[in-house]
């Protein structure tokens, strides 16, 4: 198996809306379900390890995590918002026209966006407060 | 099978019956499990990871929340709904890349042994809760 041709070719082919839509829900969801692995693992150590437990955590208030999880937070938005549009779309299989998918993913898009600032806000904060102004 | 999907084989979007197989089920339950995750998954993240914030999270903090029966049924849900989903994403997308069918099934005979050990250890916790170290 090489990941060269499919890489290269999902970076080349000019497909604009509906490529970068689908690209997009495959990174989302693959980089959430990486989070999500380590994360069912960290917090099964309540149960099997427990004073492992404050171990994970503090990696997970590091600040390249903080950071991290506000990129996750935008995955699991957008991943959600284009599921939507995909589930939505197929109920009314009319509605799947080129026209109308280029301008849906730009809301969906948009609607990821507006989602995630405020949340981005506030981890944001709580991320300067913690780790650079010793709150 | 009832849930509908559209597919364009003579050029015209249409709506099709689900094949009544493994990997119809799969799709169905990829819909149906990824509707769930909306509500299930934002509330998730938005009170844990935007309203409590790590700095707040430690063993006491997930004692006094699994000492509500409701949050330890929500976090099963939540679980069994997003792994599975994630992990049949996960075989959907290297069936992209993996075409030859010894490797496909050693490929979702890693994947299969891997939901169900992971899946269990979180259950495990779930229903076994915070000990004191």
Not at chain 1, 81 to 93: E, K, M, Q, S, V
Not at chain 2, 14 to 38: N, Q
Not at chain 2, 42 to 49: G, R, S
Not at chain 2, 67 to 85: E, K, N, S
């Given at each position: 198996m090489s990941l060269r041709a499919p890489l290269e070719g999902s970076l080349r082919y000019r497909g604009q809306e509906g490529q970068w839509a689908y690209l997009l829900h495959r990174i989302t969801g693959l980089g959430t379900l990486l989070f999500l692995t380590v994360h069912i693992l960290d917090t099964s150590t309540v149960y099997?390890?427990?004073?492992l437990y404050a171990h994970a955590i503090a990696i997970y208030r590091s600040t390249p995590f903080m950071l991290g999880e506000i990129v996750l937070v935008f995955c699991v938005l957008y991943h959600g918002t284009n599921g939507l549009r995909l589930a939505l779309f197929d109920l009314y299989p009319?509605?799947?026209t080129e026209a109308r998918q280029r301008s849906a993913f730009r809301w969906v898009l948009g609607a990821a966006i507006l989602l995630w600032l405020p949340a981005a806000f506030l981890m944001g904060r709580s991320l300067i407060v913690h780790n650079f102004l010793g709150g | 099978m009832a849930a509908p999907f559209a597919s364009a084989h003579d050029g015209k979007p249409r709506r099709v019956d689900v094949p009544a197989t493994w990997e119809g089920r799969a799709w169905v339950w990829m819909r149906y499990s990824g509707i769930a995750l909306i509500p299930l998954a934002w509330t998730h993240v938005a009170i844990q990871?935007?309203?409590?914030?790590v700095h707040a999270i430690d063993l006491d903090y997930v004692a006094l929340r699994w000492a509500t029966l409701g949050w330890r049924l929500y976090d099963i849900a939540l679980l069994a709904f997003a792994f599975a989903h994630g992990m049949n994403g996960l075989r959907n997308v290297l069936s992209d890349y993996v075409h030859p069918p010894r490797a496909r099934r050693l490929v979702n005979a890693l994947l299969l042994a891997g939901w169900l050990v992971i899946s269990a250890i979180g259950a495990a916790a779930i229903v076994g809760g915070v000990r004191t170290p």
């Amino acid at each position: 198996m090489s990941l060269r041709a499919p890489l290269e070719g999902s970076l080349r082919y000019r497909g604009q809306e509906g490529q970068w839509a689908y690209l997009l829900h495959r990174i989302t969801g693959l980089g959430t379900l990486l989070f999500l692995t380590v994360h069912i693992l960290d917090t099964s150590t309540v149960y099997f390890f427990p004073s492992l437990y404050a171990h994970a955590i503090a990696i997970y208030r590091s600040t390249p995590f903080m950071l991290g999880e506000i990129v996750l937070v935008f995955c699991v938005l957008y991943h959600g918002t284009n599921g939507l549009r995909l589930a939505l779309f197929d109920l009314y299989p009319s509605l799947w026209t080129e026209a109308r998918q280029r301008s849906a993913f730009r809301w969906v898009l948009g609607a990821a966006i507006l989602l995630w600032l405020p949340a981005a806000f506030l981890m944001g904060r709580s991320l300067i407060v913690h780790n650079f102004l010793g709150g | 099978m009832a849930a509908p999907f559209a597919s364009a084989h003579d050029g015209k979007p249409r709506r099709v019956d689900v094949p009544a197989t493994w990997e119809g089920r799969a799709w169905v339950w990829m819909r149906y499990s990824g509707i769930a995750l909306i509500p299930l998954a934002w509330t998730h993240v938005a009170i844990q990871d935007v309203l409590v914030g790590v700095h707040a999270i430690d063993l006491d903090y997930v004692a006094l929340r699994w000492a509500t029966l409701g949050w330890r049924l929500y976090d099963i849900a939540l679980l069994a709904f997003a792994f599975a989903h994630g992990m049949n994403g996960l075989r959907n997308v290297l069936s992209d890349y993996v075409h030859p069918p010894r490797a496909r099934r050693l490929v979702n005979a890693l994947l299969l042994a891997g939901w169900l050990v992971i899946s269990a250890i979180g259950a495990a916790a779930i229903v076994g809760g915070v000990r004191t170290p």
